[in-house]
């Protein structure tokens, strides 16, 4: 997907859905930041995964929170939100198993701001 077909759907959809318009923020960042996406909005019956990226040979799980409202989205992300992403991302990788590293990101955006906290399970025993 390029940055001109994400601009036109942020336009489209800017007022329809907030989280969506987060969604396609984050999506556009990581492409202009070299991320190759592999996958959104990820649904099995163990919850969802906004983004797979893929970051170099690194599969990166990214969890997108968006407000206008509150200044840190990225305080949403709570441990039984991160335990769905985990569960959610042994499913996935039944069936994509060519990856040696993966990486779990959040991705903040309030407005417009976006912050990226990367590896955020790295210090977690």
Excluded: W
């Amino acid at each position: 997907m390029s940055i001109f077909t994400l601009n036109q759907k942020i336009k489209k959809e800017k007022y329809q859905n907030s989280g969506k318009y987060g969604e396609l923020l984050a999506q556009k960042y990581l492409i202009k930041n070299g991320y190759e996406i592999i996958a959104t909005n990820y649904r099995c019956r163990l919850g969802e995964i906004d983004v797979i990226a893929k970051e170099k040979e690194e599969l990166v799980i990214i969890e997108v929170k968006y407000s206008d409202s509150i200044e840190n989205p990225y305080l949403r992300v709570d441990n039984r939100k991160i335990e769905r992403l985990i569960k959610t991302t042994r499913y996935f990788l039944s069936s994509y198993t060519n990856y040696k590293t993966i990486r779990f990101d959040v991705i903040s955006i309030y407005k417009k701001k976006i912050e990226h906290f990367k590896n955020i399970l790295k210090d977690t025993p």
